[in-house]
């Protein structure tokens, strides 16, 4: 079987993330999107909230599953067996930073792990997380760029929030 990792903080996830884990999808038996819990950023969803957002988003996609994690993502990788890890790219600056992450990780997989890197749709290439929810904070029509129901959850964050 033929696993594959498609791990980030995905905080929140946008659509280029969605196009990516579509596509990615068909290229293994089985996808995990991996939310990273990372402890030195403070999220504007917890993981918890992420995993349930991603799940909703791409519950169309069957061979997909989403879970949390934390630690090295090397150390996950080889516990969890996966065969592949699928990074996006989404200009020649994702691609320096991801091409010495790539490298390093290799030194620290087990054997016969692949990085596999997609060029992002150019619809979404400009979009990151940051991005997006910078433009939220400030007011900025999100549609079409984030998932509707990810859209509604920050809606609802945000009237929480006041």
Known sequence: MRRALYAGSFDPLTCGHANL???ASKLCDELVVGVIKNPQKKPYFSAIERVDLIKNAISHIPNVKVEAF????????????FSM????????????????MAQMNARLYNDKVETVFLMTDPRYSF?????????????????GLVP???????????????
């Open 21 to 23: 884990i579509s596509r």
């Open 70 to 81: 934390d630690g090295l993502l090397a150390d996950y990788v080889n516990r969890e067996g």
């Open 85 to 100: 890890v699928i990074r996006g790219l989404r200009g020649m600056s994702d691609f320096d930073s991801e091409i010495q």
């Open 127 to 143: 979009m990151s997380s940051s991005m997006a929810r910078e433009v939220f904070s400030l007011g900025g029509n999100l549609e």
């Open 148 to 162: 509707n129901n990810i859209l509604e959850a920050m809606e609802e964050k945000k009237r929480d929030e006041s």
